[in-house]
């Protein structure tokens, strides 16, 4: 064991190892980069965090740099969950529900509980948290809250920031804060500190007055967007709250030890429609009347034609007596969630108007197992990324980039010519809804041609984006590989604001450092893997 772990395992609760297959797990997460870390913590909690933060800091101020990377399930697939320091792993303890307001619905958890299960808890409560990713199953809140993670119900219900009420975040030299919306006088409290806390309020709410111009005109018109630091909902009319600041920073301005989330009543009484299209354009045009409904949808699921033979192909029972090929182009599934029984039943009528219009044929059910088996057309997803073409896997590269959505066919059709133009097979779908792409080619790591393939193809999808005034990152957030873009996608002078405030929060660059700041595709391509496996779920302790 190094001195470094010896150290810390004298001085905090959990559990550290340098255990050298313990360190290779956590050498690889959900993305198609591998960095070796040289100690794991699992900090048992809060005090551990500080702790090891606090002996980091004071290794920082005599020159020592060590990086700090905390993880949840390591299901992140841009990198951010690597780091060649410590790892801190939450899921081992930090995983608890702490509070449940019944009557509220707000729920205080720890960082490292699995958000599956805290959905099926809120459930018993008649409550939920609406974002819905597909890895929900298997990531837990603070990878959520750190990635502002959002799915497949965002574009009713937003993104993870709009149900973060309050963090408990412990800071780069180890104190501890407690974020929240301020009024004028509590603001002026905090200005007034003496401590880090003080000189952090009182630099970023100079960075923002002096800048607010810039910031306000740098907001995207997408319908949502993790990519940088959200500088832009800090400060504004209702006041002033740090918390938007460390949502999406993904573990680079401090590290989380609680979440407060409000949460919403659930209905699971929801009618579904489905509409099969042979054009993209007329599923873009029927999109956009959609969002036009007062009651919006609560999903807008798009799949594509390459995508269903693909799973087909590989399991020809999964789509039997859902859908026939020859398969339409796309296939759109949309979802009404609304309350009142009357109001989703107008809803849908104008809902199937629309279908009827633009589609080619379509359905609409409110019958449960109906419901059920229509949505298998969207989980045949899971069937197409799991697979592997010989020695080919469907590559998480080309992830969740967004544009406006009267851009929904441009971008799906440029998104073609690029895995055609590649020859490439990929299966291809999104949240429609929110104008978002995910594309999963299929390619070997361990093949020279198919490594510089990864990066081409990465620069043609995320310029694609940008040029249709995009953002890199609907859902998750930019992490090692979408980094590169952030400069190209913001302009020197707000990317420079993300920089004053990286070093404002975290001076000595301890916490998580390479990720979204500073990065560019050279320091990335040494940590492409040379073998992709997928990796779901982590190593944790026993016993
Ligand atoms: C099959 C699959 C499907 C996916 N579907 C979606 C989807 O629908 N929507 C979506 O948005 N994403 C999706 N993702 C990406 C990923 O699952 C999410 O971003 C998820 O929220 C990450 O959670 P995690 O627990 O795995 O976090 P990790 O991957 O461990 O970490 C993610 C980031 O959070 C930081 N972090 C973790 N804990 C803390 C903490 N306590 N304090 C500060 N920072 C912390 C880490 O440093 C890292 O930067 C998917 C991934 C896979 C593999």
């Known amino acids: 064991m190094s001195k470094l772990a010896h150290y810390l395992q004298e001085h905090v609760t959990g559990e550290v190892t340098t255990a050298e297959d313990v360190l290779n797990h956590f050498a690889t997460d959900g993305s198609i980069l591998t960095l070796k870390p040289s100690v794991v913590v699992y900090p048992h909690n809060e005090g551990d965090v500080r702790k090891t933060m606090r002996f980091t800091w004071q290794l920082a101020e005599r020159g020592r740099i060590i990086p ?10 841009t990198g951010s969950a690597l780091g060649s320091g410590i790892v801190m792993v939450f899921p081992a303890h930090m ?19 699995n958000y599956g299960r805290v959905e099926q808890t809120l459930n018993t409560h008649e409550q939920f948290l609406p974002p ?5 199953e298997f990531s837990t809140i603070g990878g959520a809250v750190a990635d502002n993670l959002s799915g497949e119900r965002t574009i009713k219900y937003g993104t993870t920031l709009d149900y973060v009420k309050a963090l408990r975040v412990v800071l780069a030299n180890g104190e501890v804060i407690e974020t929240g919306r301020l009024n004028k006088r509590d603001l002026n409290k905090k200005l007034g500190l003496t401590t880090f806390e003080g000189e952090i309020y009182r630099a970023i709410d100079t960075l ?3 800048n607010r111009k810039v910031v306000l005109a740098s907001r995207l018109k997408v319908s949502s967007n993790s990519a ?4 832009f909902d800090v400060k504004n009319k209702e006041g002033f709250d740090l918390t938007p600041l460390f949502v999406g920073a993904q573990g680079t301005l401090g590290i989380i030890t609680e979440v407060t989330l409000d949460t919403i009543a659930y209905n699971p009484d929801t009618t579904l429609l489905v509409g099969m299209f042979s054009d993209i354009k007329q ?7 959609f969002k036009s409904i007062d009651d919006l949808p609560s999903k807008m699921e798009m799949i594509d034609r390459g995508l269903l033979e693909i799973s087909d192909r590989i399991n020809p029972n999964h789509l039997n007596g859902v859908i026939q090929p020859p398969y339409p182009e796309a296939v759109l599934i949309v979802e009404f969630d609304d ?12 809902g199937l108007r629309i279908l009827e219009k633009y589609s080619t044929g379509c359905k609409v059910t409110t019958d449960p197992s109906e419901k059920a088996s229509l949505w298998k057309l969207r989980r045949a997803v899971s069937t197409a990324i799991i697979h592997s073409e010989n020695s080919m896997k469907a590559l998480p590269i080309l992830e969740g980039a967004v544009v406006p959505v009267h851009k929904y066919a441009e971008f799906v059709e440029g998104t073609k010519s690029i895995i055609k133009n590649n020859k490439l097979v990929a299966p291809l779908w999104g949240h429609a809804g929110d104008g978002d792409l995910y594309v999963r080619p299929y390619l070997d790591v361990s093949q020279v041609g198919n490594r510089q393939t990864i990066f081409r193809v990465m620069d043609e999808y995320y310029s694609l984006a940008l040029s249709l005034k995009g953002s890199t990152s609907s859902s998750g957030s930019d992490g090692r590989l979408k980094a590169p873009y952030l400069n190209r996608m913001y302009g020197n002078e707000v990317y420079d604001l993300f920089k004053k405030a990286k070093h404002i929060l975290d001076p000595y660059n301890i916490l998580n450092p390479g990720v979204k700041i500073g990065v560019t595709i050279d320091h990335i391509k040494p940590l492409l893997r040379n073998e992709y496996k997928t990796h779901w779920h982590d190593h944790l302790p026993q016993g």
């Open 208 to 210: 923002l007055e002096e």
């Open 132 to 136: 819905f990713p597909s890895s929900g």
């Open 283 to 289: 599923l873009q045009q029927a999109i956009i009347e």
């Open 95 to 113: 995983n608890k529900i702490v509070e449940i307001d019944g009557k509220t619905g707000m729920v205080k958890v720890e960082p490292g509980i």
């Open 228 to 231: 940088g630091y959200n500088l």
């Open 339 to 350: 309350h009142g029984e009357r109001q989703q039943k107008k809803a849908a009528k104008r």
């Open 68 to 77: 700090i990377t905390p993880r949840g399930s390591g299901t992140n697939t």
